[in-house]
């Protein structure tokens, strides 16, 4: 069964507390990526990884990093978050450079 | 600069009607993908062109790398066909996908 699956779906937390979004995928992808989406700029790349401790920074890396311990796993990670990083993230696979992305659901994070 | 230009960012349709949403690239792309956004928050495959067209139902989509351009057709639109609508293309020998900022699609009886 082709699926990514994110956890959590909703999350609420103060403003320099450490946040950590789990992403797992089981169609041995090799490529994993963390998005954000915000009103009106779409979906922006925050990193993504080749493989397993292979990362690299997307478009937006600052104030996130990840972690890759597993082919099927992909965490993000926000060390101290700040209010302007409420959004929703989207993790995602695809088998290799390019090809389709498979997307999980969603992550709704909250900063107060 | 912005590589995928998408077009509109938002669409009022009636239902039965259709329209087209479009995306222009700066740059060649190798392949352009179509997606949208459920009322869960997923993002759902439509399309995955590398060349040519595509048709599904009533949803056709084209790709032209040359004229760095990508089409999605909505014919007969259904009041489901609601929702946001995203491109997304890939460079030669690029490592992930660049997306459009999304079309907001309204469908109304």
């Known amino acids: 069964d082709m699926k990514v699956t994110q956890m959590p779906r909703y999350l609420i937390k103060r403003m320099g507390e450490n946040v950590l979004l789990e992403c797992g995928q089981d169609?041995?992808?090799?490529?994993m990526y963390w998005y954000r989406q915000d009103p009106g700029l779409g979906l922006q790349l925050i990193y993504i990884?080749?493989?397993?401790?292979?990362?690299s920074e997307g478009d937006i890396p600052k104030g996130y990093r990840v972690s890759r311990k597993k082919r099927e796993h992909f965490s993000l990670i926000l060390d101290s978050a700040k209010t302007n990083q409420t959004s929703v993230y989207f993790c995602?696979?695809?088998?290799?450079?390019?090809?389709?992305?498979?997307f999980g659901a969603g992550t709704r994070l909250s900063v107060l | 600069g912005d590589q995928v230009e998408q077009s509109p960012s938002a669409l009022s349709l009636h239902e039965g009607t259709g329209s087209a949403l479009r995306c222009n690239f700066t740059?060649?792309?190798?392949?352009v993908q179509w997606f949208r956004k459920n009322s869960r928050g997923s993002l759902i495959n439509l399309f995955y062109?590398?060349?040519g067209t595509k048709e599904n139902g009533r949803l056709k989509s084209a790709f032209d790398s040359k004229e760095r351009y990508s089409t999605l057709h909505i014919r007969d639109a259904q009041l489901e066909d609601s929702g946001t609508y995203f491109c997304?293309?890939?460079?030669?020998?690029?490592?992930?996908?660049?997306f459009g900022t999304g079309t907001t699609v309204s469908v109304s009886p």
């Open positions: 995602a696979s695809s088998y290799g450079q390019g090809d389709t992305l498979y």
């Open positions: 169609m041995s992808h090799e490529t």
């Open positions: 990884s080749y493989d397993v401790d292979s990362n």
């Open positions: 740059t060649t792309m190798r392949a």
């Open positions: 062109l590398a060349s």
């Open positions: 997304a293309a890939s460079h030669q020998g690029g490592r992930a996908l660049i």
